[in-house]
């Protein structure tokens, strides 16, 4: 379920959802990874399970959905550098604590 919900959100965001194989592909090289757990299933299963939804979530699809999804929503996420120049600082509405009240002055 995760990955299938990690899948839509990349996918949404306008990202390639490649990427969800490609570090599949990179976990399955470390040792011992590639048994199924009690919690997840195989890494070869996880990959073609992924790889099938391309077909049930289609890339332009997606995008187009999350690029609406952000039209209607213009001031839903912004983000900007934090006061030190080197940090991301994501703005949230749901009471984060803000990055510059972390940072020594």
Do not use: W
């Not at 099938?52 to 039209?71: H, R, V």
């Amino acid at each position: 379920e995760a990955d299938e919900v990690g899948y839509q959100f990349v996918a949404r965001a306008g990202f390639d959802p490649q990427g969800c194989i490609t570090v599949m592909e990179a976990l399955n090289r470390i040792p011992g990874s590639q048994t199924a757990g009690i919690s997840h299933p195989s890494i070869p299963d996880r990959i073609s399970t992924i790889q099938s939804m391309a077909t049930t979530y289609p890339t332009q699809t997606m995008k187009a959905e999350g690029d609406a999804n952000i039209a209607a929503n213009p001031n839903a996420l912004t983000y900007g550098l934090s006061s030190d120049g080197t940090s991301l600082r994501i703005d949230s509405r749901s009471g984060s604590t803000d990055i510059d009240d972390l940072l020594p002055q």
